[in-house]
């Protein structure tokens, strides 16, 4: 009998485990352990008062196919939502700017659009265009995000437009954050067209059709009754005999040729093979520092969401759209705001709104410093300003989520590279997958988490 441990019950975990559940034969055994008292990591949907309130995860890409396939495998497929508006804004200087007509990921394609809109200023328009006729000299290495759009089209629409979308995603520093380890289709577009704005008038092309316009509309899903029901869905179609909560894995040794996971109530498990199916600090906790050295100082942020509920009235009109990003021109608490009634409107009542804040940057202790109250409190003082938004909610509901976001440090592919070379010397055998690795979105991390679920199969029936 071979034997395969997953460690971490986060949807990773969960998707690797539902794999080997339909995959493996009846000689394999899988067991999932994780260290909290439920299952779903930070996928958690609060039904309060009529509303659908995330406090984790909301919706998922649809262009990325990994999360589909497992919703239908799920049986899910009659309880997809698609996002009913797509156009976003930009809180800068006081206003809020809609998001340029043509833009990709913050990219604008269109230099009409971009002469029109009302966020970056005349001189800051006039120097964007100019990277239609920018020479290109291709990179012998990985560069910052940062770096690598501000030589194209100038600080000021980097600072406006472009840092507040590509931050929003990774809640990290963007010149800190590898181009090729987050969107190496940025430079595959400039090497083939010679400009950024003309490789990616065909968004298609290069696999980027997220732009925060209205052209948006339909780009994400969710489920009708909560996003919490994906994980739940999964842990349904599990053998509960092989799943196994409040067991905390503490660390992992090589013993002959097998491994052992010794959990911190002092069990012992052995096994053939295991995936590590957390982010990288727990790899770094369960093996010695020389193996994981690759990843060790990267880092993960501290992040809040505060969703507040209010009764609707013409005080509180908002835009057509899905919400706004706050530029990182003044430092301001939140950085995004969801309009869900607007987004989602099957999560919110009849003449009530939802509006679900972010909060939380990387290198910013403000999460980790802030009782509930006072994240509150400071959430409403950016709505006044933002939105005009005075009255007071009818309710919060406040999710905290600590080290949860993974940075993805310029050199990252590389680091990763060295990070499987040390285990094949160090633990043969152990394998990891999640968001610190190839990808942050849902569907990357079921991609991920599947591929080595198939792979650590397929080595254990050799």
Same mark, same amino acid.
């Given at each position: 009998?071979?034997?395969?441990?997953?460690?971490?019950?986060?949807?990773?975990?969960?998707?690797?485990?539902?794999?080997?559940?339909?995959?493996?034969?009846?000689?394999?055994?899988?067991?999932?352990?994780?260290?909290?008292?439920?299952?779903?990591?930070?996928?958690?949907?609060?039904?309060?008062?009529?509303?659908?309130?995330?406090?984790?995860?909301?919706?998922?890409?649809?262009?990325?196919?990994?999360?589909?396939?497992?919703?239908?495998?799920?049986?899910?497929?009659?309880?997809?939502?698609?996002?009913?508006?797509?156009?976003?804004?930009?809180?800068?200087?006081?206003?809020?700017?809609?998001?340029?007509?043509?833009?990709?990921?913050?990219?604008?394609?269109?230099?009409?659009?971009?002469?029109?809109?009302?966020?970056?200023?005349?001189?800051?328009?006039?120097?964007?265009?100019?990277?239609?006729?920018?020479?290109?000299?291709?990179?012998?290495?990985?560069?910052?995000?940062?770096?690598?759009?501000?030589?194209?089209?100038?600080?000021?629409?980097?600072?406006?437009?472009? %840092? #507040? *979308?590509?931050?929003?995603?990774?809640?990290?520093?963007? !010149?800190?954050? =590898?181009?090729?380890?987050?969107? @190496?289709?940025?430079?595959?577009?400039?090497?083939?067209?010679?400009?950024?704005?003309?490789?990616?008038?065909?968004?298609?092309?290069?696999?980027?059709?997220?732009?925060?316009?209205?052209?948006?509309?339909?780009?994400?899903?969710?489920?009708?009754?909560?996003?919490?029901?994906?994980?739940?869905?999964?842990?349904?179609?599990?053998?509960?005999?092989?799943?196994?909560?409040?067991?905390?894995?503490?660390?992992?040794?090589?013993?002959?040729?097998?491994?052992?996971?010794?959990?911190?109530?002092?069990?012992?498990?052995?096994?053939?093979?295991?995936?590590?199916?957390?982010?990288?600090?727990?790899?770094?906790?369960?093996?010695?520092?020389?193996?994981?050295?690759?990843?060790?100082? %990267? #880092? *993960?942020?501290?992040?809040?969401?505060?969703?507040?509920? !209010?009764?609707? =009235?013409?005080?509180?009109?908002? @835009?057509?759209?899905?919400?706004?990003?706050?530029?990182?021109?003044?430092?301001?608490?939140?950085?995004?705001?969801?309009?869900?009634?607007?987004?989602?409107?099957?999560?919110?009542?009849?003449?009530?709104?939802?509006?679900?804040?972010?909060?939380?940057?990387?290198?910013?202790?403000?999460?980790?410093?802030?009782?509930?109250?006072?994240?509150?409190?400071?959430?409403?003082?950016?709505?006044?300003?933002?939105?005009?938004?005075?009255?007071?909610?009818?309710?919060?509901?406040?999710?905290?989520?600590?080290?949860?976001?993974?940075?993805?440090?310029?050199?990252?592919?590389?680091?990763?590279?060295?990070?499987?070379?040390?285990?094949?010397?160090?633990?043969?055998?152990?394998?990891?997958?999640?968001?610190?690795?190839?990808?942050?979105?849902?569907?990357?991390?079921?991609?991920?988490?599947?591929?080595?679920?198939?792979?650590?199969?397929?080595?254990?029936?050799?």
């Amino acid at each position: 009998m071979k034997r395969i441990i997953i460690i971490g019950g986060g949807l990773s975990g969960l998707a690797a485990a539902y794999t080997l559940e339909k995959e493996a034969q009846e000689n394999i055994q899988w067991d999932l352990y994780e260290q909290g008292e439920r299952f779903g990591g930070k996928f958690e949907t609060v039904k309060r008062d009529g509303f659908l309130i995330e406090k984790g995860p909301d919706s998922f890409l649809a262009r990325k196919p990994a999360g589909i396939e497992l919703v239908n495998e799920l049986g899910l497929s009659d309880q997809l939502v698609t996002n009913s508006t797509g156009q976003s804004f930009i809180f800068h200087d006081g206003k809020l700017h809609p998001i340029p007509e043509g833009s990709v990921m913050g990219i604008p394609t269109d230099s009409a659009a971009l002469m029109k809109s009302t966020l970056v200023s005349e001189a800051g328009k006039a120097r964007a265009v100019q990277e239609h006729d920018l020479p290109f000299e291709p990179f012998d290495k990985d560069v910052s995000l940062g770096e690598f759009f501000e030589q194209r089209f100038g600080l000021e629409l980097v600072k406006c437009l472009i %840092e #507040p *979308l590509l931050s929003g995603i990774y809640a990290g520093n963007i !010149y800190q954050m =590898s181009l090729r380890a987050t969107f @190496p289709q940025f430079e595959e577009a400039i090497q083939r067209a010679g400009s950024l704005m003309q490789g990616l008038k065909v968004p298609e092309s290069v696999q980027l059709k997220t732009t925060n316009t209205k052209n948006t509309i339909g780009a994400f899903r969710t489920l009708r009754n909560g996003l919490a029901d994906l994980p739940a869905q999964i842990v349904a179609s599990l053998s509960p005999a092989h799943c196994h909560l409040n067991q905390r894995a503490e660390k992992i040794r090589r013993k002959n040729g097998s491994l052992e996971v010794r959990f911190s109530d002092g069990s012992i498990e052995e096994c053939d093979k295991v995936l590590i199916a957390a982010t990288h600090d727990t790899l770094a906790r369960l093996l010695d520092a020389e193996t994981t050295a690759p990843l060790n100082e %990267e #880092p *993960l942020t501290t992040l809040a969401t505060i969703s507040l509920a !209010y009764d609707k =009235s013409e005080e509180s009109d908002l @835009p057509e759209g899905t919400g706004y990003l706050v530029a990182r021109t003044k430092n301001y608490a939140t950085t995004a705001c969801t309009w869900v009634e607007k987004k989602w409107p099957h999560m919110v009542p009849e003449g009530k709104m939802l509006l679900r804040g972010f909060v939380g940057k990387a290198g910013d202790t403000l999460v980790r410093q802030k009782t509930d109250e006072e994240l509150i409190e400071l959430v409403r003082q950016d709505y006044q300003e933002m939105m005009d938004l005075k009255k007071t909610p009818l309710f919060a509901e406040v999710s905290r989520m600590q080290d949860a976001m993974p940075s993805y440090t310029v050199g990252h592919k590389q680091k990763l590279m060295q990070l499987s070379q040390n285990l094949k010397m160090q633990y043969p055998g152990v394998e990891f997958a999640g968001m610190s690795y190839q990808g942050v979105g849902i569907p990357d991390c079921i991609a991920l988490a599947r591929k080595k679920a198939r792979q650590l199969l397929n080595e254990v029936t050799e």
